[in-house]
């Protein structure tokens, strides 16, 4: 079946909102049985949580529909990966609604790598507590995103999917009816670095003389388009239009959080001559100031990536992890630091360890150099570095085949997450023995969606 695409004006929605919502082609019947079986569950069992899917497998056509296959294609890439993590949110009937929070919030990082898709079973007008969202909320990691702009509810007809960056500020809305009212939350991830468009693109400047969005914010929802466009010569040149660049160093750390981002997208255009300023920022106590130098390097682009190796060896702990989650975020520009990254694994610091083996997830993900010393770290009693390691074996795919036997070990770990994500990175392995290995554990935790404790062979 053939993907409908996102237009241009869709994905400028996107970028710019951070949620876009599609139709599925599937009739109203379908969405009509997909109420009525979770209906039953939640009476009868409970909320399913991770388990929806095996418990309720149709829902899986839902997934395969071409206008929700295209949209994740468009955002995500094709090798897209719905992960293991699903929520089925029931708001019942005359309930109060949820307060505006974010799910993510905690990445340094404005590149679409994680979506929420919200699936809908039912029509849900604004009466029935729809899905709030602060449209562009997610760039900001403050309260200060929550009251951005105006909530606007996601309503819609039975089978409507809205697909909302990670960090957007949201809540179940009041519930007014005596209708009930699900929504299923997946979550997805990016695999692959974006090296062109995914979407049905047609224009290559980002507003082509036309606003959208706030004006102060044009250089961060451009330098976006351009990341999603996989463009390779998109660095910020040195062209200043009169701005002092230690006012706008300064205004990184700004109490208000618009300000900092507006100074973040505002520095790079300095180019190479704002990377010691930035970088020294990487050495403040404050969260902000250091957050927003993140962003401006990833904004200045390569030639941050040489500073950014210098600060992994010697800077203060804090300063050596925000260097190599800089350099993650650089994606593919910073795989000339994969080999400084892999020697980073020696530090002595579990936070720069994890920090930087997420990192080598979006470097090193052309070649296996970074791949024995992630081997190692599959095995570290540290549940966050585990996780991390099986993550970005996750994205180097094909080229990580030797952890075959490493991820076999993990397929009954404690933690849930590292144990489906090791799934998943056997399936982009794709060797013989990984399918194997992948086959193996699959046949002895089959699920059955038939079988319920009232009926159970």
């Known amino acids: 079946m053939a993907e409908n695409l996102l237009t241009d004006e869709q994905m400028r929605h996107f970028i710019v909102n ?46 395969d529909d071409a206008n929700v296959k295209g949209a994740l294609t468009s955002l995500l890439g094709p090798d897209y990966y719905m992960q293991p993590h699903r929520h089925p949110h029931y708001n019942p009937p005359g309930s109060k609604g949820q307060g505006m929070h974010q799910d993510g919030g905690k990445r340094w ?76 939350k997946f979550l997805y991830a990016r695999m692959t670095e974006p090296q062109k468009p995914t979407w049905a693109n047609k224009e290559k400047e980002w507003a082509n003389g036309t606003a959208h969005g706030p004006a102060e914010h044009q250089e961060m929802f451009k330098h976006l388009w351009n990341w999603h466009l996989g463009t390779k010569n998109s660095d910020a040149q040195s062209s200043s239009n009169g701005e002092s660049l230690s006012d706008l160093i300064s205004a990184l750390n700004s109490t ?44 200045v682009g390569a030639p941050a990536v040489d500073a950014l190796q210098g600060t992994l060896k010697e800077a203060p702990e804090h300063a050596r992890a925000n260097a190599a989650e800089a350099l993650g975020d650089l994606g593919t520009k910073a795989e000339p630091a994969v080999p400084a990254l892999v020697e980073a694994l020696q530090d ?80 982009r392995i794709g060797t013989p023995q990984a399918k194997s290995v992948l086959l193996n554990y699959l046949e002895g935790t089959r699920w059955c969606a038939l079988t319920n404790r009232e009926t159970t062979f």
């Open 18 to 63: 951070g949620f876009v919502t599609v139709n599925t082609a599937l009739p109203p019947a379908f969405h009509d049985d997909i109420f009525a079986k979770t209906a039953v569950v939640f009476d009868k069992e409970g909320n399913p949580g991770n388990n929806l899917l095996p418990r309720i497998p149709e829902i899986q056509r839902v997934f």
């Open 109 to 184: 990082s404005h590149h679409t790598r994680r979506l929420l898709v919200f699936y809908y079973p039912q029509d849900t007008p604004v009466e029935r507590g729809p899905t709030g969202v602060v449209p562009i909320s997610h760039y900001f990691s403050t309260n200060e995103g929550s009251q951005v702009s105006p909530e606007k509810p996601i309503t819609g007809k039975a089978g409507t999917v809205a697909f909302a960056n990670y960090d957007l500020w949201h809540r179940a809305m009041p519930n007014q009816t005596d209708e009930r009212r699900y929504m299923m």
């Open 256 to 299: 208000t959080e618009s300000t900092g981002l507006k100074a973040a997208y505002q520095v790079p255009k300095f180019g190479e001559k704002a990377v010691p300023a930035l970088v020294r920022c990487l050495y403040e106590e404050s969260d902000m100031n250091r957050r927003n130098a993140c962003y401006a390097l990833n904004a």
């Open 348 to 427: 002595e610091s579990d936070n720069v360890r994890a920090r930087t083996i997420e990192a080598l997830g979006t470097t090193s993900q052309s070649s296996s150099l970074a791949v024995p010393e992630l081997i190692k770290a599959l095995e570290n009693p540290n549940g966050g570095i585990r996780r991390n390691a099986v993550f970005a074996l996750c994205r180097i795919g094909e080229n990580a085949a030797d952890a075959v036997e490493g991820l076999e070990n993990l397929l009954f770990d404690e933690n849930r997450y590292i144990r489906g994500n090791a799934v998943h990175a056997l399936h």
